[in-house]
């Protein structure tokens, strides 16, 4: 059974950290492309950051640039989105998602070409 499987979201005071898993299973990462979107109460789903199949590029949206990395353990099978200096804004469930696309740039990848999805994990960052 193809699956996305995300953890280590919570609640964390602002300025603090989360480090966000992306676990596949019935597949392997290694030749997909991997987004990290996040999607706020009233607001549409946006894309975080995302890693190519060879990890030579990485994007990241501003508001989370210098604050947030992404990377993976093909040994483990998992994508990792670290998140440091958390702020209120950053507040979202977020998700995972695997595209077999081939494109060298991930965020030239459409939200639509992503084939596999996570159920999310809810991050809350508040006092």
């Known amino acids: 059974q193809v699956q996305l499987v995300e953890s280590g979201g919570g609640l964390v005071q602002p300025g603090g950290s989360l480090r966000l898993s992306c676990v596949a299973s019935g597949f392997t990462l290694d030749t997909y492309a991997i987004g990290w979107f996040r999607q706020a109460p009233g607001k549409e789903r946006e894309e975080v950051s995302c890693?190519?199949?060879?990890?030579?590029?990485?994007y990241y949206t501003d508001s989370v640039k210098g604050r947030f990395t992404i990377s993976r353990d093909n040994a483990k099978n998992t994508v990792y989105l670290e998140m440091n200096s958390l702020k209120p804004e950053d507040t979202a469930f977020y998700y995972c998602a695997a595209s077999s696309t081939v494109q060298a740039m991930c965020v030239m990848i459409s939200i639509h070409e992503y084939d596999y999805w996570g159920q999310g994990t809810q991050v809350t960052v508040s006092s």
């Open positions: 890693i190519s199949t060879s990890d030579r590029y990485t």
